[in-house]
T-cell receptor, first 110, second 113 residues
């Protein structure tokens, strides 16, 4: 079973700061997902990575397959970025589901 | 709007009651799955399906049944609810294969008293 660890668990920052959230996993994967969950519960998919780096607006996600590590970066953070960010991995190439980290609770203060 | 629809959004059950959580998607996704989210824990896989007529167990399947009679629908059944099943439940769907993202439903908050 893959173990997914996220750090930090909680992060409070000021508006405009550069944010980094880390995710490490124990077993080789076929894909890694970054998800966002706002208060009130809905889960939105931000990125799906199997290698390299992806960018969408102010969000950047990177993955190092050899080191079993991924990072999610937020540039020029804004209070609307406040949410729980969840890392999830898919271990197999077949029909198995996702294994999730416990999430990072991010608060951006104005 | 296209996506994953979960109903109901909230439900309170008494211990021993049964109910079905509904999940429907209109994106022709082959893969559908159910997760539960509990405080202090990551989401955990309950059951999943790779297509109509095919289901399998995830990490925490006990106390739950599923079926997949159509591509669109993947209901989750609680046959005899227990307080330990108090949780928030999410349904998610995806195209088959590893190169696709997941679409999540808005969740069902279930309380068993």
């Amino acid at each position: 079973k893959n173990e997914v660890e996220q750090s930090p668990q909680n992060l409070t920052a000021q508006e405009g700061e550069f944010i980094t959230i880390n995710c490490s996993y124990s077993v080789g994967i076929s894909a890694l997902h970054w998800l966002q969950q706002h208060p009130g519960g809905g889960i939105v998919s931000l990125f799906m990575l199997s290698s390299g780096k992806k960018k969408h607006g102010r969000l950047i996600a990177t993955i190092n397959i050899q080191e079993k590590h991924s990072s999610l970066h937020i540039t020029a953070s804004h209070p609307r970025d406040s949410a729980v960010y969840i890392c999830a991995v898919r271990s197999g190439g077949g029909a198995d589901g996702l294994t999730f980290g416990k999430g990072t609770h991010l608060i951006i203060q104005p | 709007n296209a996506g994953v629809t979960q109903t109901p959004k909230f439900q309170v059950l008494k211990t021993g009651q049964s109910m079905t959580l509904q999940c429907a998607q209109d994106m022709n996704h082959e893969y559908m799955s159910w997760y539960r989210q509990d405080p202090g824990m990551g989401l955990r896989l309950i059951h999943y399906s790779v297509g109509a007529g095919i289901t399998d167990q995830g990490e925490v399947p006990n106390g739950y049944n599923v079926s997949r009679s159509t591509t669109e629908d993947f209901p989750l059944r609680l046959l005899s609810a227990a307080p330990s099943q108090t949780s928030v439940y999410f349904c998610a769907s995806s195209y088959a294969g590893t190169n696709y993202g997941y679409t999540f439903g808005s969740g069902t908050r279930l309380t068993v008293v």
